[in-house]
């Protein structure tokens, strides 16, 4: 049985078609009305941005879907975990500046800010799954305490899961920083032939985990915790991964954490994927570089292996856009995340997504 998503296009020539009236729509047409009970405390799960990135989803459309969840008498909270690498969100109060930065601020979008995981990430409570790499995952606890959920994902490659949507918000999105190196467990690998002591990459380690010298020279795997930050800098790609060994594992342990993530909420979780500038990195790193396809649409669902099956095909279908970081993989119906990041295996999310219950990545789409 395939699961419904809907999708809005971008396209607009009246008030009654800008994104925030098709926003409302999408809500509508969703169900999303029997996902929100009067009097729930519902969680509204998005990503505020790395200091430095402008391509997180704008709260000015966060806001419809406050004020859609308030109409059915539901108490909403915009929230987020705390991260693994450092950065400008790695504690409560860093994180909610970084927000307020953004303009996540109660009046643009209409609700509070809630650091899910706690100040220092860590506040959370283990959730029973029983799957192959994990028997309990760590999920914050505000995550968890909420009666129900709305999860805003931006849509965008990512190194090294391929493509960034529903699935990966929750997995990584909802889990503490323990959490979050437990589903990693993924070390680098040099090449001191390649490096050209740039330094950068010890520079960014949040661990101090990497010595360089005239060249890299050691990687202290007691101390590395998978996170990939030096990967993004290295650009001699003297730093990476073993892709065939390491990557499918780490693909399918953030899976199992995203199934934990909606534990216990049972029909009550949404999901908006936004299909707008659509970017070759996850909005953690402290940039935004050209987006990689046209801006496509919205999208909507109480799936979230049909919602990301969906995006993944709808930004596939597209001609990429010349001069950006897409070299190849650039015509319709090729996988324009491999394009970017070509080791990558972003279809394993809904693959095993799909085999352990979290969701069905057979879709029919409707557009609105």
């Not at 975990?81 to 400008?88: A, D, K």
């Not at 609700?111 to 959370?124: E, K, N």
Request: proline share 4%; net charge positive; glycine share 8%.
């Amino acid at each position: 049985m395939q699961s419904a998503v809907y999708f809005s296009s971008v396209r607009a020539r009246s008030f009654k078609e800008n994104k925030t009236s098709r926003i409302r729509r999408l809500f509508d047409a969703a169900g999303m009305n029997k996902v929100i009970r009067k009097g729930d405390l519902t969680a509204i799960k998005l990503h505020f941005g790395e200091r430095g990135n402008d391509s997180f989803v704008n709260p000015i459309f966060v806001k419809p879907i406050v004020e859609m969840i308030s109409s059915l008498g539901a108490k909403p909270f915009l929230t987020d975990t705390n991260t693994l690498y450092g950065g400008s969100r790695a504690n409560a109060v860093d994180h909610i500046q970084t927000a307020t930065e953004h303009g996540f601020g109660y009046t643009v979008a209409g609700a509070p800010v809630v650091i899910a995981d706690g100040l220092r990430s860590d506040f959370y409570r283990e959730v029973r799954i029983d799957r192959k790499h994990f028997q309990k995952v760590k999920i914050a606890g505000e995550i968890v305490g909420a009666d129900s959920m709305m999860v805003i994902s931006h849509f965008k490659a990512h190194l090294p899961a391929g493509f960034g949507g529903a699935i990966k918000n929750l997995g990584m999105g909802c889990a503490p920083a323990i959490g979050k190196a437990e589903q990693h467990s993924t070390k680098p690998i040099f090449n001191a032939e390649l490096c050209t002591g740039c330094r950068q990459c010890m520079e960014c380690c949040p661990n101090s985990a990497i010595t360089v010298q005239k060249k890299i020279s050691a990687v202290n795997y007691e101390v590395c915790t998978g996170c990939g930050k030096c990967l993004r800098v290295c650009q001699t790609h003297a730093i990476d991964f073993d892709w065939f060994v390491e990557v499918p594992p780490f693909m399918e342990r953030l899976t199992e954490y995203a199934l934990g993530a909606i534990a216990g909420k049972k029909d009550r979780v949404g999901f908006f994927n936004f299909l707008l500038n659509i970017t070759p990195d996850c909005d953690c790193v402290p940039w935004s570089d050209a987006p990689l396809v046209p801006d496509i649409g919205i999208l909507a669902s109480c799936d979230p292996v049909a919602i990301d099956q969906a995006s993944f095909d709808l930004v596939n279908s597209q001609t990429g856009i010349e001069n950006t970081l897409l070299k190849k993989n650039q015509k319709p119906g090729q996988d324009k995340f491999q394009g970017v990041w070509e080791s990558t295996l972003g279809h394993i999310q809904v693959e095993y997504g799909s085999r352990i219950g979290l969701g069905n990545k057979e879709y029919k789409l409707i557009e609105i």
